[in-house]
């Protein structure tokens, strides 16, 4: 009998953690860092301690109480003595996870899984998982490809040994090259080196179960969507998608796909199910390259992490308009990463427009440093930046700020807001504070969030930033379009959109209940 657990994702965006039991296979539907419900008790400097392994995510039910599927040395017989009695206790084994792309919230808590279980996954996304935990400060709600084993002294948790790499399971079957698997495979401290080589490719079934991957459009590269085939019928999963940005082809694809398959069950993604049609990536490209060509002195390009569509629509924003790209290490260290995988991701030394911006740091990582070296001749100081502010865009994002009294730009400059609206009170915060900074530099600002407005956008500067998701509309147009027997909307506010909109189409529509399990025949 088929048994479907939302641990996760249920009326909140990200976090997804959903577990799949049928003919003796488990396997969980992404396994992501829940920022909604970990913001209720943590902040920046209120976080989890590490030494606690997973006490601190266990008391406050950030992470569900299942015995067998999180890492040795994160807690011992006592820690679950604890949490034996809480209601969604229980021992489980898991055969792998299903990982829909490398945001964090569908990514992340895969750091406190046992580092024996395998991830399934494109080959993109695991590149880019790496690049992204190679190019953050150690953190152990970040080891998400390779974790440190620890152990307990004197009642707390210390890492000890030599990196472990998690079993990555490569269901695209790319053709790599030597350069990708050694990247793969290395450390990013000579110190603590990575175990020997996990690099694999998969076979289409998990267990005894057929397993289908279908790449899709959305706001990072590498996303997929995934099927299983169970004893009730074939079980469909969207992860994240859209249809509005330059890989809309490939989430059109999956729904033709999924169609054919005739599923039972179809898990869909909610995040903007209230929202009519929004920008496409090639209108937010249009207004912000108007934005470039207006602007006098410098630009700041400021769009969300990893979203490498448009980092480089930027690129070609900056070739029309006779400016040079400058962006940073880590964004830098993405690309080389995603080159390995697909030649699709132009080399940034193929790249003459592209520089790399050098701040101010008294002390490199090995890979800022390996960076710093191989691109010596594209590195931009504060004062190269000041000096030729006229032409250049400057990637930064709001982390980057305190470089701008590095470069105390002349003139002010533009700053192009190119992210995500405002969701939650931590970030109006952020957003206050981005005002505050530009303000102070004298720069104008377009696109960003207004506090006097409610935290959103003027409609005269709106169209700067393209959303990773499908709007309400075309989520129910492509619900109707593959045709369930039963839709369980996941990573969603508003579940209730669903059940009002589908409720004269024959599919059945299903609201998870958080911890609850729902079973089929």
């Given at each position: 009998m088929l048994s479907l657990t939302f641990y996760g994702g249920v009326n909140e965006i990200g976090g997804n953690k959903i577990l799949l039991e049928d003919s003796h296979v488990n396997l969980f539907f992404d396994f992501g860092f829940p920022f909604k419900k970990r913001a209720r008790y943590f902040e920046e400097y209120l976080n989890p301690r590490p030494g606690a392994g997973l006490l601190d995510l266990l008391e406050m039910g950030i992470l569900p109480p299942l015995r067998g599927i999180y890492r040795e040395g994160m807690g011992g017989k006592k820690l679950w003595q604890r949490f034996r009695s809480r209601p969604l206790y229980r021992e489980l084994t898991i055969d792998?996870?299903?990982?829909?792309?490398?945001?964090?919230?569908?990514?992340?808590?895969?750091?406190?899984?046992?580092?024996?279980?395998?991830?399934?996954?494109?080959?993109?996304?695991?590149?880019?998982?790496?690049?992204?935990?190679?190019?953050?400060?150690?953190?152990?709600?970040?080891?998400?490809?390779?974790?440190?084993?620890?152990?307990s002294k004197e009642g707390y948790l210390r890492s000890q040994g030599t990196y472990r790499m998690r079993p990555f399971a490569f269901l695209d079957s790319l053709s790599?090259?030597?350069?990708?698997?050694?990247?793969?495979?290395?450390?990013?401290?000579?110190?603590?080196?990575?175990?020997?080589?996990?690099?694999?490719?998969?076979?289409?079934?998990?267990?005894?179960?057929?397993?289908?991957?279908?790449?899709?459009?959305?706001?990072?590269?590498?996303?997929?969507?995934?099927?299983?085939?169970?004893?009730?019928?074939?079980?469909?999963?969207?992860?994240?998608l859209r249809f509005h940005g330059q890989g809309s082809g490939q989430s059109e694809n999956f729904a033709a796909a999924m169609r054919q398959l005739r599923p039972r069950i179809l898990l869909c993604e909610g995040t903007r199910c209230g929202d009519q049609r929004g920008t496409s990536e090639e209108e937010a490209y249009e207004n912000c390259l108007k934005a470039v060509s207006e602007a006098r002195g410098l630009v700041i390009s400021d769009f969300g992490a990893r979203n490498v569509e448009r980092l480089l629509a930027f690129h070609?924003?900056?070739?029309?308009?006779?400016?040079?790209?400058?962006?940073?290490?880590?964004?830098?260290?993405?690309?080389?990463?995603?080159?390995?995988?697909?030649?699709?991701?132009?080399?940034?030394?193929?790249?003459p427009d592209i520089m790399i911006y050098k701040d101010f740091k008294s002390r490199l990582a090995l890979w800022e440093a390996e960076i710093h070296r191989r691109y010596h001749d594209k590195l931009m100081s504060p004062s190269n930046v000041r000096e030729n502010a006229h032409d250049v865009i400057l990637c930064f994002s709001f982390w980057d700020l305190n470089d701008l009294i590095d470069i105390a730009p002349p003139g002010g400059g533009t700053y192009i807001y190119s992210s995500a609206e405002v969701f939650d009170e931590e970030g109006a915060?952020?957003?206050?504070?981005?005002?505050?900074?530009?303000?102070?530099?004298?720069?104008?600002?377009?696109?960003?969030?207004?506090?006097?407005?409610?935290?959103?956008?003027?409609?005269?500067?709106?169209?700067?930033?393209?959303?990773?998701?499908?709007?309400?509309?075309?989520?129910?147009?492509?619900?109707?379009?593959?045709?369930?027997?039963?839709?369980?909307?996941?990573?969603?506010?508003?579940?209730?959109?669903?059940?009002?909109?589908?409720?004269?189409?024959?599919?059945?529509?299903?609201?998870?209940?958080?911890?609850?399990?729902?079973?089929?025949?």
């Open positions: 792998g996870v299903l990982l829909t792309h490398a945001h964090v919230d569908h990514s992340g808590y895969i750091s406190f899984l046992r580092d024996d279980i395998p991830i399934y996954t494109t080959t993109m996304t695991a590149f880019i998982a790496k690049a992204m935990q190679d190019s953050t400060p150690p953190n152990f709600e970040g080891e998400v490809c390779y974790s440190l084993p620890r152990e790599i090259s030597e350069e990708a698997r050694a990247f793969w495979n290395s450390s990013p401290t000579k110190k603590r080196p990575l175990g020997s080589d996990s690099f694999r490719f998969a076979q289409e079934f998990i267990g005894n179960l057929p397993v289908k991957l279908f790449p899709v459009d959305h706001s990072i590269p590498g996303a997929a969507a995934f099927a299983v085939e169970t004893s009730s019928g074939w079980v469909g999963y969207t992860g994240d070609r924003i900056a070739i029309q308009t006779g400016r040079n790209l400058v962006i940073m290490a880590k964004d830098a260290y993405l690309l080389d990463a995603m080159h390995l995988v697909s030649e699709e991701v132009p080399s940034i030394g193929d790249m915060m952020d957003m206050r504070r981005l005002a505050n900074w530009v303000t102070h530099f004298g720069m104008k600002a377009i696109g960003l969030p207004r506090e006097g407005l409610n935290w959103e956008i003027p409609e005269d500067e709106k169209g700067f930033h393209s959303s990773g998701h499908a709007s309400g509309p075309e989520l129910l147009e492509l619900i109707r379009r593959i045709n369930p027997q039963i839709l369980i909307p996941i990573h969603t506010e508003h579940p209730e959109y669903f059940v009002e909109n589908l409720k004269d189409t024959g599919i059945e529509v299903r609201v998870p209940v958080e911890g609850q399990t729902m079973t089929f025949s």
